[in-house]
């Protein structure tokens, strides 16, 4: 079940499922929701598994104009301080990466392991270079227009579902398998909010970067993506484990930008192991 949960200046929908370690996981989008990354449920039985919706995000209030970098990481903070955790260890997907990225610089000493699951340390990838990946694998020029205007938050709200229709099958690499996935892991739940995606497009993640930045980043991270992810594609992945001290890398073969739906007992392997090994022992 989820809970509605009074954080800060907003009602954060907040789902805890599981025992052990604790792993918060944000999701990506933004305008997506905590089931994105229902398939993580598979680690319930080792972790306490702490999903959530941003605020502005699915089921969480707040406006999409109060998403600064700011309140996403001290609503991710104040959501851990309300559970009890002293520390725990983040999982970001795509943007939900962009927000772990910021939530392990601006807060330190509250987090204890890293994964970065299919993002980047700055927004170019998505909103520069995923339209050209999309016209060079052959699906359109004209869709490659819609990934652009879709990363830009160049549509209004009532474009949304007609744009994810035209461009969506891009995300995974087995497009029809991929879908059916990721709804049998929960994505039927999910509330989209296109307002959220069109103020990041518009505003948050426009110019945003952390890579000078990432060396600052202490704890165990693995970076992981799908091979054949077409919003932040291998070299990108390769640039950010690069840049974290020590960070691991993982690419999953036969996977998108989705890889915890298509290739999900290679993704929980990774991950578990990962964890396992450099989870705090006192």
Known sequence: ?????????????????????PLVLM?????????????FRHLAGQFTLIFYDHRGNGRSTGAAESMTWENLTADADALRARLGFARWAVLGHSFGGHVALEYALRYPDRLSQLVLLDTGGDSRWARENASQVFAERGLGEENAGLVRRWFHGDFEANEYRRIFMRIGKAYNYRPLLGAARILLH???????RPDALIFAGRRLLDGW?????LGEITVPTLVI????????????????ADAIPG???????????????EQTDAVMTAVRQFLTATTPTA
Request: no cysteine; net charge positive.
């Open 27 to 39: 999701h990506g989008g933004p305008s997506a929701d905590l089931w994105t990354l229902s398939a």
């Open 209 to 213: 970067t952390v890579m000078d930045r």
């Open 247 to 261: 960070a691991q890398l993982r690419i999953i073969d036969r996977a998108g930008h989705n890889p915890h739906d």
């Open 1 to 21: 079940m989820t809970m509605a949960m009074p954080i800060r200046d907003v009602s954060l929908n907040v789902r805890v499922v599981g025992s052990g370690y």
């Open 186 to 192: 929960g994505a039927w739940r999910s509330k989209s």
């Open 225 to 240: 993506a799908g091979r054949q992810d077409f919003v932040f594609p291998p070299q990108s992945q390769r640039a950010l």
